[in-house]
């Protein structure tokens, strides 16, 4: 099975701030690799597939990249609504896996 | 407007079963693969299985296999799983989940899931 592991597992920021989360897997995954945002008591989101397309409606400031077995995403310029949890997963292979989590938290 | 409605979850023993029920309204069911992915109180997402928009491919995670199964109703957009031999380790919220190539076979839609309690 492919891992992924997240980096960092907590994140504290603040509004306006640029931050990186870093999602490595454990075997090369091509850019089969897309990120979600999941809200308290809520369904994930989808924010980017394919590594670093930007799902319709996601704003401009969410930016994913990397190919193989390390990737990113960022967020430009942090607004209140982004403190909240992210997730990488992939699609290389059965079975499909998630990373860990990134818990963002206002600074 | 695309909707994905869970029903089904409640309270059950270990060594119970129960069946979820998802439906599909909004688009186009069966041109779409459909998942089910769980998420225990307090931690992360775990994929629990997926079957192809054909119904042709099943696959499952290894917590699950032998004791879940997925299926499919094209023609009443509708996706089920039924657990069998429950655990308290299946303790979970469930969430049907809808995928493609349009969208590198991420997750674009999901519904707001069904909570599940194995518990005596």
């Known amino acids: 099975d492919i891992r992924l592991t997240q980096s960092p597992s907590f994140l504290s920021a603040s509004v306006g701030a640029r931050v990186t989360i870093t999602c490595r897997a454990s075997q090369g995954i091509s850019n089969y690799l897309a990120w979600y945002q999941q809200k308290p008591g809520k369904a994930p989101k989808l924010l980017i597939y394919t590594a670093s397309t930007l799902q319709s409606g996601v704003p401009s400031r969410f930016s994913g990249s990397g190919s193989g077995t390390e990737f990113t995403l960022t967020i430009s310029s942090l607004q209140p609504e982004d403190f909240t949890t992210y997730y990488c997963q992939h699609f290389h292979s059965y079975p499909i896996t998630f990373g860990q989590g990134t818990r963002l938290e206002i600074k | ?120």
Do not use: H
């Not at chain 2, 979820?20 to 299985?49: D, I």
């Open chain 2, 1 to 120: 407007d695309v909707q994905l409605v869970e029903s089904g979850g409640g309270l059950v023993q270990p060594g119970g079963s129960l069946r979820l029920s998802c439906a599909a309204s909004g688009f186009t069911f069966s041109s779409y693969n459909m998942n089910w992915v769980r998420q225990a109180p307090g931690k992360g997402l775990e994929w629990v299985s997926l079957i192809f928009s054909s119904g042709s491919n099943i696959y499952y995670a290894d917590s699950v296999k032998g004791r879940f199964s997925i299926s499919r109703d094209n023609a009443r957009n509708s996706l089920s799983l039924q657990m069998n031999s429950l655990r308290a380790e299946d303790t979970a919220v469930y969430y049907c989940a809808a995928s493609s190539r349009a969208t590198g076979d991420a997750f674009a839609m999901w519904g707001q899931g069904t909570a599940v309690t194995v518990s005596s």
